[in-house]
């Protein structure tokens, strides 16, 4: 029966009529719009009013799935309108390979342009050193009064050329002169000598005529007095005095043989004087042309000129006799010829500063820095090296022994890391790389093996050793791609042969590298092998080339030149942070491909974890094979500067349009981006 509440709602337990009740502590309100009753009655009623709803549920499906065949039948009768369009419309490749072309163009323009202002700073450079030369030129002209012959330079250096063989031969003539003046001073002495002497000749003849004089005076009164014995003794003093006379003729005579003698012996002695003058002179500068040839041997710059020549440098220091001077000098120039033509030494002399810039510029990069000297008119070049000035034979031989000390050095080294670690880490890390990309290419060839097109076009990717690899390649990969990864002694020794022959080939190709990149080219395994393409024709796998790329349809080359760019975005991204995005940017991309192999295509992109922004007309990039797509809509009007964005975002079952403001500003166009991001849109 019914109960009634207490008026004034009191005890532990009631219900009031509004709904509101209460039992113990807990307390509330309900109530419904119709009374339900318990019994077969009115459950048949309910059940009549649940047939009548459903009914109306019923008729209402039907209507909406009319209204859906209906819509259906409509977007089909668009989409095929819009397939005829399609089909009719112009085709766009020509335009964009024209867009491609023209950028392309520009890019080049812009690389000629970075090229010509580069080349204009150097013309600006080089002009500047012109002017500068040009200045000092100038200024050093006009200080020797040479600047009405700048014009003329040619002429001033034969003008050189003659006062140099001027000036060669004053010296013999002043010589010449000096030795004339000296014999015409002696000539002067004697011609003095000569007329004192005849001075005193002349007294002792007038002495003698007055003795005569008074001899004949005796004579004759001896006469008178004594007789015929006074006779007898003049005539025999007659002729004792005759014989006198002849004896001081012959002494005259002899007498001036001997002044003439004399003067011919001071001639003599001064014509010695003057040729052991000129034969000191003579033997000063041989001696100095022998210490000079001796010196230039020591720079050791002969065996710079010739091989031939390199020994005449042992003993130079010591001092070299005229005869070894002169037969180096005949034999130097028997190496190195008489010599060219004015021509070919002014082009020498031009040449020489332009090979030591280059032999400066090959030496800086190594941190030594080539000095230029001048010694006895020859330009010597030095560098230092390991605290000393080194000739470029000496700096060849030092380096040579620094060479052949360091390929001591790294043979040792060679064998330890070989031993120590290359056969044993660097062989299972080749292992793990080459098994890890064997499972890589397996893993891309499951996914496209589950993906082929409607046509029937199956790819695969084959990744095997080069044709042309080094020897030993093919025993050497299958030892490294063995499934536990050891090997015994015999295949260690054979690997370790193997890598140390990639080392030393290596070495010999590029002698001037450094030990971690002699490593680093003799061990990249991706040099071994070679990546290519195959596809499955008439039963048989046939590796893709030109032609066999040429026997497919539109949409078949695109997927056969798309998908290998996908795999390889993937392997490259294979190092990258798990976190970090694997962004690939995609135009067009699936132009003249149906609508089947693009969801593949978009659902490889997924499997293959790539992040991807794409343009197109008409592609919305809605397939269920992706997890998720953000797409923006680019809508332009004419008169108006201003871009249209409505973002939609595709959750993998349904296209939702998102009003949310852009993040960022759209260039103006048509076309869709979208990405496969690893929160489902992005």
């Not at 509440?5 to 337990?13: C, T």
Request: overall charge negative; hydrophobic content about 45%; proline content about 3%.
């Amino acid at each position: 029966g019914e109960r009634t509440p207490a008026a004034d709602e009191s005890g532990p337990v009631w219900v009031a009529a509004d709904g509101r009740w209460q039992a113990g502590p807990a307390h509330g309100r309900w109530a419904k719009p119709a009374a339900a009753h318990i019994g077969e009655g009115a459950r048949e009623a309910a059940r009549a009013r649940r047939l009548e709803a459903l009914a109306a549920d019923i008729a209402r499906a039907e209507q909406a799935m009319a209204d859906l065949d209906a819509e259906l039948a409509e977007v089909d009768r668009r989409e095929a309108t819009a397939r005829d369009e399609a089909a009719a419309a112009p085709d766009d490749a020509p335009l964009h390979r024209a867009l491609a072309d023209i950028d392309a163009a520009w890019q080049a323009v812009d690389g000629l342009r970075a090229r010509l202002g580069e080349a204009e700073q150097r013309v600006a450079v080089r002009r500047r050193e012109l002017d500068d030369a040009t200045a000092e030129r100038d200024t050093t002209a006009a200080d020797l009064g040479l600047t009405d012959r700048l014009d003329d330079l040619s002429a001033l250096l034969a003008a050189v050329a003659g006062y140099r063989q001027a000036v060669a031969g004053l010296w013999p003539t002043l010589r010449g002169h000096l030795a004339a003046r000296r014999s015409a001073d002696d000539a002067a002495a004697l011609a003095a000598d000569a007329a004192a002497a005849e001075q005193r000749r002349a007294a002792s003849r007038q002495d003698a005529h007055e003795r005569a004089q008074a001899a004949a005076s005796e004579r004759d009164t001896l006469e008178a007095t004594v007789g015929a014995a006074v006779s007898e003794v003049l005539a025999r003093l007659a002729d004792v005095r005759a014989h006198a006379e002849a004896v001081r003729a012959e002494t005259d005579t002899r007498r001036e043989e001997r002044t003439e003698a004399t003067a011919a012996t001071k001639v003599a002695q001064t014509q010695i004087a003057t040729h052991r003058e000129q034969l000191a002179a003579d033997e000063d500068r041989r001696t100095g042309a022998v210490d000079a040839l001796a010196a230039f041997a020591v720079t050791g710059l002969l065996a710079v000129a010739g091989d031939a020549l390199a020994e005449l440098a042992e003993g130079a220091g010591e001092g070299w006799s005229a005869d070894r001077a002169v037969r180096a000098a005949r034999r130097i120039r028997d190496e190195l010829g008489e010599g060219d033509d004015d021509a070919a030494w002014q082009r020498t002399q031009r040449d020489i500063h332009r090979h030591i810039q280059a032999l400066t510029d090959t030496l800086l990069p190594h941190g030594y820095e080539p000095a230029t000297t001048v010694e006895d008119g020859v330009l010597v070049v030095t560098v230092p090296f390991q605290g000393r000035q080194c000739s470029m034979e000496a700096l060849h031989r030092a380096l040579s022994e620094e060479v052949a000390h360091r390929r001591s050095l790294l043979d040792a080294r060679e064998r330890e890391v070989l031993e120590n670690h290359l056969i044993g880490e660097v062989s299972t890390h080749l292992h793990e790389l080459l098994r890890g990309g064997e499972r890589l290419v397996a893993e891309m060839n499951a996914e496209l093996a589950d993906r082929p097109m409607s046509t029937g076009l199956v790819l695969r990717f084959a990744w095997r050793p080069v044709d042309d690899g080094p020897a030993g390649l093919a025993d050497a990969r299958t030892r490294l791609l063995a499934t536990d990864g050891t090997w015994s002694a015999g295949e260690r020794s054979a690997l370790g042969a193997f890598l140390k022959d990639q080392i030393d080939a290596v070495r010999t190709a590029n002698d001037t590298g450094t030990w971690p990149e002699h490593l680093a080219a003799a061990l990249d395994y991706r040099a071994w092998h070679t990546f290519a393409v195959e596809r499955r024709q008439e039963g048989q796998w046939k590796r893709l080339t030109r032609r066999t790329h040429g026997t497919g349809s539109g949409g078949e080359k695109a997927i056969a030149l798309t998908v290998p760019q996908f795999a390889a975005a993937a392997a490259h991204y294979r190092s990258a942070d798990a976190a970090a995005p694997r962004l690939i940017l995609l135009d067009e991309a699936f132009v003249g491909v149906d609508a089947d192999m693009r969801a593949k295509c978009m659902g490889l992109l997924a499997a293959f974890d790539l992040d991807f922004v794409m343009t197109s007309e008409r592609e919305w990039g809605c397939y269920a094979t992706l997890p998720g797509v953000a797409i923006y809509q680019l809508a332009t009007r004419p008169g108006i500067d201003a871009v249209g964005v409505t973002r939609w975002v595709w959750n993998g079952r349904e296209r939702v349009r998102d009003d949310r403001p852009a993040p960022a500003a759209a260039p103006p166009g048509n076309g869709v981006a979208a990405g496969n991001g690893a929160d489902g849109a992005w």
